[in-house]
């Protein structure tokens, strides 16, 4: 059985066949499984990069039958049962799992491809960290280009990862920037976030989406709703309605598409080219294939609803594929997959979460902030992980402090 992709999806997939008798080959570009809810916060120096990213091989040392290759996969043959890898021998496979995941799609917005900060990996979060620091140091150094906006942040897309995105880089030029660059005066650092439809949170209940409003602008961050990004260059963003913000940081939080690699296998694609998964996750016309998480297009069979790109998504979707694929090897038969809804939770600062649970019910403001943290603290790989994040975040809790914010380049001396 060959897994492609080691997210929540993939790695779900191979821990069921834990017990059953079949060679588990784990591929993945990446030699770590990155836990994407919580990048904002490495871009924010809340976290460093080890605490979000956990080598791929650790996670399966209690799996005997399982082996993990870092190789980037470059074409798969459906019809010869084949993968090919641009830095490894092609692997031959009796069943395949695709969690390739998803890529930023920029919409065709001119310049974001190349100025734009998007927020999708480990190397991203790391880039838009440096960057921010990068400015600031520049600023500091320089103090005209505060006015040429080097310090303006333009948070891009009212969903949950603007959302984090914008509140968390609120808190770091509130909370320490402040005090780091004293000369520097706050009110000309702005962070600007912008959302093409009528409200931000658009998921969510009007008393979660005016709670979000209030809590970002407490926190010095201004949402502008029903305005469209045309064009970016690296100091300007442009607005449809024709407004131009002096900005040397934009985060693209606005959207996603399935990777590129599914629209050379000739399979059904959805809206954002995911691939159409069959109630029990495999592909139209290859039992032995089953699409799952970011890169599917997954219907909970129970509801007939179409699941959010989410990691419960990811990994009850992956966990099922796997189940399917035992039952396959035992000669059973594929079950449909039914999704468990937990609620959906985001958080917009210290303190200030919300959750939707699924009968409707809300939680806002400190106890849902808590609930996040245990939530995401759970869905850490390991507990030396989780140890790691409770204490950054207890550090930071008490101390306002973001240990994270230094920069170390290998090519420094
Ligand atoms: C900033 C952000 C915040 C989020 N916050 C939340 C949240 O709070 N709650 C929530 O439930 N969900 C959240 N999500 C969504 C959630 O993280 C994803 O839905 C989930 O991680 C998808 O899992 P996956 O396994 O399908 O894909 P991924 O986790 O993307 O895994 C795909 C894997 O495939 C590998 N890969 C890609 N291309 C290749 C290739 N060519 N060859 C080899 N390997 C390859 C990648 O390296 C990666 O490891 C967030 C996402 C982002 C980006």
Not at 83 to 103: I, N, Q, T
Not at 180 to 202: K, S
Not at 330 to 338: A, H, I, N, R, Y
Request: net charge negative; hydrophobic share 45%.
């Amino acid at each position: 059985m060959v897994v492609l992709g080691g997210g929540f999806a993939g790695i779900g997939a191979a821990r069921k066949l834990k017990d059953v008798d079949v060679d588990v080959v784990l591929v993945d570009k990446h030699d770590y499984h990155t836990f994407q809810p919580l990048l904002y916060q490495v871009a924010t120096d809340l976290l460093p990069p080890a605490t979000v990213g956990h080598a791929l091989r650790d996670l399966f040392h209690e799996q005997s039958n399982a082996r993990v290759h870092k190789a980037t996969t470059a074409g798969i043959d459906l019809e010869k049962s084949e993968v090919r890898f641009a830095d490894m021998e092609p692997l031959v496979y009796d069943y395949l799992v695709l969690g390739l995941g998803a890529e930023v799609n920029y919409f065709g917005v001119e310049g974001a491809a190349e100025h734009a900060f998007p927020l999708y990996t480990l190397p991203d979060a790391v880039r838009l960290k440096e960057h921010i620091l990068e400015r600031w140091e520049a600023a500091d150094k320089d103090p005209s280009l505060v006015d040429d906006g080097a310090l303006n942040v333009v948070v891009v897309g009212g969903g949950a990862t603007g959302i984090e995105s914008a509140g968390a880089i609120a808190e770091l030029y509130r909370a320490i920037f402040v005090d780091d660059y004293p000369d520097i005066p706050q009110e000309n650092a702005r962070i600007i976030l912008v959302e093409a439809g009528p409200e931000i949170f658009a998921m969510f209940k009007t008393s979660i989406r005016r709670y979000a409003e209030k809590a970002l602008e407490q926190r010095g961050v201004e949402v502008l709703v029903g305005e469209i990004v045309e064009s970016i260059t690296p100091t300007r963003v442009s607005l449809k309605s024709g407004t131009q913000i002096p900005a040397h940081t934009l985060v693209w939080g606005a959207g996603l598409q399935a990777n590129a690699l599914v629209l050379s296998l000739g399979l059904d694609l959805e809206k954002g080219n995911r691939v159409v998964a069959e109630p029990d996750l495999s592909v139209t016309g290859h039992p032995e294939v089953f699409a799952v998480g970011d890169i599917a297009w997954v219907t909970d069979t129970k509801t007939k609803k179409v699941l959010p790109q989410l990691g419960s998504t990811a990994l009850q979707s992956g966990e099922h594929a796997g189940e399917n694929i035992a039952r396959l090897v035992e000669g059973k038969k594929t079950e449909p997959f039914k999704y468990f809804d937990k609620g959906t939770m985001a958080t917009i600062g210290r303190g200030a979460a919300v959750i939707q649970m699924p009968r409707g019910r809300t939680m806002k403001g400190k106890a849902a902030a808590l609930a996040w943290g245990s939530v995401h603290l759970a869905l850490l790989s390991t507990g030396e992980d989780r140890a790691k994040a409770v204490i950054d975040w207890t550090w930071a809790g008490f101390t306002h402090e973001r240990p994270a914010r230094i920069t170390v380049r290998t090519d420094d001396t």
